[in-house]
C-alpha cells in the first residue's frame, strides 16, 4: 500500500499514542494509614498520621504516562480519611481525585479504597496540540509531568501529619540536560495540637473575629536543621512543596542564585531569582548551581509570613533553616537577618509552552470574599455571601445520578455554591478579595491563567487591568490574591472528565466554608465516568447515599428538603462588634461568678470583699 503525505501527520500521531502506551508503567503503593508518634521540631511529642507506621510519609514518584495504584486502609481507629493527589488533573478519572463531598464519601476506620488512574493531562494551547483520549481525533496526548503532593481531603485532617511529596518525571523535561540531580525539599507548618480540637476552636462564638491557629513551629522535610549535601560545580533540580495548613513562606538560599524553571506542573522559560514567595499548596521547581570550592556550608531559609497571623507568640521562631552541606568539618553557619522582604513576582513568569492568552471568555464568574459571623457565633468565610456546606450526596455522585437535571446547577445544593460549565467554555474568573488577609485560591483539574493581579488594597477589579493582560499569561493551579486586591483567572472548560472542580483557599478557610463548585459538561461526565465498587461501598458503611440531588432526593431533583445548611444569619441587629461585646462580657461574668465561689469557700471580711471587686473590675476592663 502506497502512502500519500498527508497521511504522515495520522501516522505519527498513532505511533507516538501507542508507543506511549507501550513505555507506561503500571506503580502501586499499599498505604495503611496509622497513627504514630511524632516530634518533628523536638519541643512536643504529638500523634501524627503516619503510612506504613512510619513518619515522614514516602514520596509517590511515576514517569509520564504510568498508570498509578494507591491502596489506602483506614487504620486510624477514630476518624475517616481520603487522599487527594494535587494538582493532578484526573482527565478521564474524576472519581480518583479523593475530595470528600465532591466526588468520594471518606474511607471510615477499618475500610479501603483504591485510587487507580493514569498520570496524564489535556490542555489546549497555540501549539496546535489536543487529546484523542476522549473522543477527539486531531491531536496527541499529552503528559503531566511535574511536582505535585498528596494529601488528605477530609475534615481538615492533612496537617497532622497525612501529606507527602508526589513527583511525576518527564524524560523530555527541556531542562533534563541542564542538572545533574533533583532534590525534594518540603515546607510546612506545624501545630502541636491536633486538628479536631484547633478547628472547634478556630469555629466558635469565643472566636467571633476567625483569628486562625497560629502554627508552633515551620518545617523542612519535616524536620529542622536539615542538611543537604551538594558537590561542588553540580547543579541540582529543586522542588520545592508547601504543605502548610496555612503558612506561606518565604525561602531563599544564601551566596547561591535560584533559577525558576516549573510552578504547580507548569514548565517555565528560567527566570532569576533570589527569594521567592510560596503560598500553602504552591510547588516550585529551581536550578541552583554549587559553588566551585568547598571552603564553606551555606544555609538555606524558610520564613513562615507573620503578616497572615492576628497575634504572633513570643516564643514562635518563624524561621526554619537548613544547609548547603559542602564540607562536614566547616562550620553551619546562622543566616543572615533581612532588613525587608524583596519576593520575585510570579506573575511575570512565562510558560514554556507558549500558549497564549485566552481571549474570548465565554462565561465570567464574579467572586467577592468576605469573612462574617452567623448566628452561632462563629465567624465563616463567604464566596458572594454564601458559606460552602459538604452535600449529603457527593457533587460527583449528583452529576451521574440526575439525568438531564445534572445541567441545573440548584440540585447540588445552594451552599455547594454549584456554577454549571459548558464543554470548551472559556472561563472568568474576577476573584475581589474584599478582606484585610492575603488569601491562596486553588482550582482543582486545571491550571489556569493568571491574567490580571492587583497590588494591596486595590478594591474590586474594575477593568482596568484588561488593558495590560500578558500574551503569554503565567499559569498555575494556586494562585495568591493580595489583602484587599483582586486577581482575574482564566482557563478552558476542556476537562469534562474532571468533574466536579473545587475553587479553595487555605485550609483554615476551607474549614470555614471558603470553597465552591463548578460541574464541567455533566450530560459528557454521565457518558465517560463509572463509579467504582470502593464508592459505593465506603457510602453505605457510613449510612451515606449515592444517588439523587444534595439532599439526596432521588424523585424530584429540585426538591432540597432536609440538605445540610449552615447555621442560621445573626438575628436582626447584631453586628459582629456587638458578638465580640458578648462574648467578652460572657467571660468576664464566668470570671465574676468564679471569684465568688473561691471567696466563698471561706469567710469574706473586709479585705477579701475588696480584693474581689478589684479582681472583677480588672476583668471587665479587658473588654
Known amino acids: 500500500m502506497t502512502l500519500s503525505l498527508s497521511h504522515f501527520p495520522v501516522l505519527t500521531l498513532y505511533l507516538l499514542f501507542f508507543g506511549i502506551i507501550a513505555q507506561a508503567a503500571t506503580v502501586t503503593y499499599d498505604f495503611n494509614i496509622t497513627w504514630v508518634l511524632t516530634n518533628p521540631d523536638g519541643a512536643f511529642e504529638k500523634p501524627t498520621i503516619g503510612i506504613n507506621g512510619q513518619w515522614p510519609l514516602p514520596h509517590i514518584t511515576a514517569n509520564v504516562g504510568d498508570r498509578l495504584v494507591v491502596h489506602v ?3 486510624l481507629g477514630n476518624q475517616s480519611t481520603s487522599l487527594h493527589f494535587h494538582g493532578l488533573y484526573q482527565n478521564g478519572t474524576p472519581e480518583m481525585d479523593g475530595a470528600v463531598g465532591a466526588s468520594q464519601c471518606a474511607i471510615p476506620p477499618g475500610s479501603s479504597f483504591t485510587y487507580d488512574f493514569k498520570v496524564r493531562s489535556i490542555r489546549f494551547g497555540n501549539n496546535n496540540l489536543y487529546r484523542v483520549m476522549c473522543g477527539y481525533t486531531d491531536g496527541a496526548q499529552i503528559k503531566q509531568p511535574g511536582t505535585y503532593w498528596y494529601h488528605s481531603h477530609n475534615n481538615g485532617q492533612y496537617p497532622d501529619g497525612l501529606r507527602g511529596a508526589l513527583i511525576v518525571h518527564d524524560p523530555d523535561s527541556p531542562y533534563k540536560d541542564q542538572y545533574d540531580e533533583e532534590i525534594v525539599l518540603t515546607l ?3 501545630y502541636h495540637d491536633q486538628m479536631p480540637p484547633l478547628i472547634a476552636r478556630f469555629m466558635r462564638y469565643s472566636n467571633p473575629t476567625g483569628a486562625e491557629p497560629v502554627p508552633d513551629a515551620a518545617l523542612m522535610n519535616d524536620t529542622q536543621n536539615l542538611k543537604v549535601a551538594v558537590q561542588p560545580g553540580k547543579t541540582y533540580l529543586f522542588r520545592i512543596i508547601n504543605m502548610a495548613a496555612f ?14 524553571v516549573e510552578v504547580d506542573g507548569i514548565y517555565t522559560e528560567p527566570a532569576e531569582a533570589d527569594l521567592i514567595y510560596i503560598t500553602a499548596a504552591q510547588r516550585y521547581s529551581l536550578l541552583v548551581t554549587a559553588k566551585n570550592d568547598i571552603g564553606s556550608n551555606f544555609a538555606f531559609v524558610g520564613s513562615m509570613d507573620q503578616d497572615l497571623f492576628d497575634t504572633v507568640p513570643k516564643t514562635l521562631n518563624p524561621n526554619v533553616t537548613g544547609w548547603l552541606l559542602y564540607n562536614e568539618a566547616k562550620p553551619f553557619p546562622l543566616p543572615a537577618l533581612l532588613d525587608r522582604f524583596d519576593p520575585f513576582d510570579d506573575f511575570s513568569l512565562v510558560p514554556v ?15 467577592t ?10 465567624n465563616y468565610a463567604f464566596f458572594n455571601d454564601v458559606t460552602y456546606v459538604l452535600p449529603k450526596v457527593p457533587t460527583l455522585y449528583t452529576a451521574l445520578s440526575t439525568g438531564v437535571s445534572a445541567t441545573n446547577a440548584a440540585v447540588y445544593g445552594v451552599n455547594t455554591h454549584a456554577f454549571v460549565l459548558q464543554r470548551d467554555e472559556t472561563v472568568q474568573i474576577i476573584l475581589n478579595n474584599n478582606d484585610p488577609g492575603k488569601h491562596p485560591f486553588h482550582l482543582h483539574g486545571h ?3 493568571v491574567v490580571s493581579r492587583s497590588e494591596e488594597e486595590a478594591g474590586a477589579y474594575n477593568g482596568t487591568g484588561s488593558l495590560h493582560m500578558p500574551k503569554i499569561p503565567m499559569r498555575r493551579d494556586v494562585v495568591l490574591v493580595r489583602p484587599n486586591g483582586n486577581v482575574v483567572l482564566r482557563f478552558k472548560a476542556d476537562n469534562p472528565d474532571k468533574s466536579p472542580l473545587k475553587f479553595r483557599s487555605n485550609q483554615w478557610h476551607v474549614d470555614s466554608g471558603l470553597v465552591l463548585t463548578m460541574v464541567e459538561s455533566p450530560i459528557d461526565l454521565q457518558k465517560s465516568t463509572k463509579l467504582t465498587a470502593d464508592h459505593v461501598r465506603v457510602c453505605k458503611e457510613l449510612g451515606l447515599p449515592t444517588e439523587g440531588n444534595a439532599a439526596g432526593n432521588t424523585i424530584d431533583f429540585l426538591d432540597l428538603t432536609g440538605a445540610n445548611k449552615p447555621p442560621a444569619p445573626l438575628p436582626a441587629g447584631f453586628t459582629p462588634k456587638g458578638i465580640v461585646a458578648l462574648v467578652f462580657s460572657t467571660l468576664s461574668a464566668f470570671l465574676g461568678i468564679a471569684v465568688i465561689a473561691w471567696y466563698g ?14 479582681y472583677v473590675d480588672a476583668a471587665g476592663d479587658k473588654n
Not at 500558549?355 to 464574579?366: F, G, T, W
Not at 468576605?370 to 462563629?378: R, T, V
Not at 469557700?601 to 478589684?614: E, F, K, R, T, Y
Request: net charge negative; no cysteine.
Open 447 to 449: 491550571a489556569f491563567q
Open 73 to 75: 486502609t483506614n487504620h
Open 247 to 260: 503558612a506561606a513562606q518565604y525561602f531563599w538560599f544564601e551566596g547561591h542564585s535560584m533559577r525558576i
Open 353 to 367: 509552552d507558549g500558549m497564549e492568552l485566552l481571549e474570548h471568555v465565554d462565561h465570567s464568574i464574579d467572586l
Open 188 to 190: 510546612s507548618d506545624w
Open 601 to 614: 469557700i471561706g469567710v469574706l471580711g473586709p479585705s477579701g470583699l475588696a480584693s474581689a471587686n478589684d
Open 369 to 378: 470574599v468576605k469573612m462574617d459571623i452567623l448566628g452561632d457565633g462563629a
